[in-house]
């Protein structure tokens, strides 16, 4: 069982910036970025797949937020920049630990891909 525990989160002021880390316990083929906020269903964020070094964002975030990562170590990151009140949601990290070949981009966005989900992170921005 791969276990994912995730750091980085907390209080900010609007055109602050977070790093948000996330270090999975196994080998994975694919670590994204979730988020949901109260109310809302969680959203994709970004996602990144080993293979390849592809990275993928949602249009609310692109251009703002950067996701990298060391895959000898299993460990991801987001770089949020200039943030927004409306970036305030729980961020959680996924993992997909099945053997799978390269991903399409509309399964890298989705929730289902993912076998393994950290406890979550707070991330809250003030205007």
């Known amino acids: 069982q791969v276990q994912l525990v995730e750091s980085g989160g907390g209080l900010v002021q609007a055109g602050d910036s977070l790093r948000l880390s996330c270090a999975a316990s196994g080998r994975n083929y694919a670590m994204a970025w979730f988020r949901q906020a109260p109310g809302k269903e969680r959203e994709f964020v970004s996602g990144?797949?080993?293979?390849?070094?592809?990275?993928y964002y949602s249009d609310s975030v692109k251009g703002r937020f950067a996701i990298s990562g060391d895959n000898a170590e299993n460990t991801v990151y987001l770089e949020m920049n200039s943030l927004k009140p409306e970036d305030t949601a729980l961020y959680y990290c996924?993992?997909?630990?099945?053997?799978?070949?390269?991903?399409?981009?509309?399964?890298?966005?989705?929730?289902?891909?993912?076998?393994?989900w950290g406890q979550g992170t707070q991330v809250s921005v003030s205007s």
């Open positions: 996924a993992a997909r630990s099945r053997a799978v070949g390269l991903l399409l981009d509309v399964e890298v966005r989705a929730r289902g891909t993912y076998d393994h």
């Open positions: 990144l797949q080993w293979r390849l070094g592809m990275t």
